[in-house]
T-cell receptor, first 114, second 110 residues
Framework: DAGVIQSPRHEVTEMGQEVTLRCKPI?????LFWYRQTMMRGLELLIY????????DSGMPEDRFSAKMPNASFSTLKIQPSEPRDSAVYFC????????????FGPGTRLTVL | DAKTTQPNSMESNEEEPVHLPCNHS???????IHWYRQLPSQGPEYVIH???SNVNNRMASLAIAEDRKSSTLILHRATLRDAAVYYC???????????FGTGTLLAVQP
């Protein structure tokens, strides 16, 4: 298996632009997580899905952030409009239904908002 | 969520054992203790987890105190590739969310 796939790996954009981050979980996994990592705040859980349904979005910073999971093999995290303080590394992780909480992380997307 | 206390940093020599401590005095009775690590410029990766008994796998061993208020991750022979930030995370219940703290930055000297 290729593991969790994220795209793009790097994104540089200007303030005010829309940004879409993409994630393909490991096939067969039924839970998907989006995290954000910055030097100041560390690794934060933004939202997670179970069977494509958002279960907990309490970590989403504000309305500019939205996440979707239209099917079991794809999820997006969208920021609109983007701001410089959104600059961070965004990780996606997936988890198998039969594995107690072993999450598999993707390589991350490094986002820079100028 | 249970709070954890880990040393900010530790150093080890290559091929020597490393004991990484974690205090989690507010852990609930049903929380498992998870350890993840994050190598430079990579996403976190699972290391090991346990509930009450000590656990071993190919990567490490986990020693859990009898009162479950602390645990120790043991790397039996540190290699340069083990240099990473190690996170101790109590988690469980219906959601099994992982809440990452600041972790311990392990440096391994050749």
């Amino acid at each position: 298996d290729a593991g969790v796939i994220q795209s793009p790996r790097h994104e540089v954009t200007e303030m005010g632009q829309e940004v879409t981050l993409r994630c393909k979980p490991i096939s067969g996994h039924n839970s998907l997580f989006w995290y954000r990592q910055t030097m100041m705040r560390g690794l934060e859980l933004l939202i997670y899905f179970n069977n494509n349904v958002p279960i907990d979005d309490s970590g989403m910073p504000e309305d500019r952030f939205s996440a979707k999971m239209p099917n079991a093999s794809f999820s997006t995290l969208k920021i609109q409009p983007s701001e410089p303080r959104d600059s961070a590394v965004y990780f996606c992780a997936s988890r198998d239904r039969g594995t107690y909480n072993e999450q598999f992380f993707g390589p991350g997307t490094r986002l820079t908002v100028l | 969520d249970a709070k954890t206390t880990q040393p900010n940093s530790m150093e080890s020599n290559e091929e020597e054992p490393v004991h990484l401590p974690c205090n989690h005095s507010t852990i609930s009775g049903t929380d498992y203790i998870h350890w993840y690590r994050q190598l430079p410029s990579q996403g976190p990766e699972y290391v090991i987890h346990g509930l009450t008994s000590n656990v071993n796998n190919r990567m490490a061993s986990l020693a859990i105190a009898e009162d479950r208020k602390s645990s120790t991750l043991i790397l039996h022979r540190a290699t340069l590739r083990d240099a990473a930030v190690y996170y101790c995370i109590p988690s469980g219940g219906a959601t099994n969310k992982l809440i990452f703290g600041t972790g311990t930055l392990l440096a391994v000297q050749p």
